[in-house]
């Protein structure tokens, strides 16, 4: 089993940028891992898949809505997967989470943390 414990969200003006951290404890992002993703959640709203990291090749992929403005990288040393947020907008207002999938299908997701961007 692994606990993913996201950090880095807070209250930011538009325009603004944040990094969010996605660190792993228990069980770390290894070989096992299929890929680390972003989700968000608005008040109200579905949580919507912000984007992910495919680990073997380190692939990316990003929503439409956050494509160019938003990045995901990992660390595997530190077994941290991060989220840089940049050019944030008022519609970025939401929970974020992360969550792995490990090559078998179990999902793991962690508590969230909260952005809030004022205009």
């Known amino acids: 089993q692994v606990q993913l414990e996201e950090s880095g969200g807070g209250l930011v003006q538009a325009g603004d940028s944040l990094r969010l951290s996605c660190a792993a404890s228990?069980?770390?992002?290894?070989?096992?891992?299929?890929?680390v993703s972003w989700f968000r959640q608005a008040p109200g709203k579905e949580r919507e898949w912000v984007g992910h990291v495919r680990w073997s090749r380190s692939l990316t992929d990003y929503a439409d809505s956050v494509k160019g403005r938003f990045t995901i990288s990992k660390d595997d040393a530190r077994n941290t997967v991060y989220l840089y947020l940049n050019s944030l907008k008022p519609e970025d207002t939401a929970t974020y989470y992360c969550?792995?999938?490990?090559?078998?299908?179990?999902?793991?997701w962690g508590q969230g943390t909260q952005v809030t961007v004022s205009s």
């Open positions: 228990g069980r770390t992002f290894s070989t096992y891992v299929y890929a």
């Open positions: 969550a792995v999938d490990f090559v078998g299908g179990k999902r793991y």
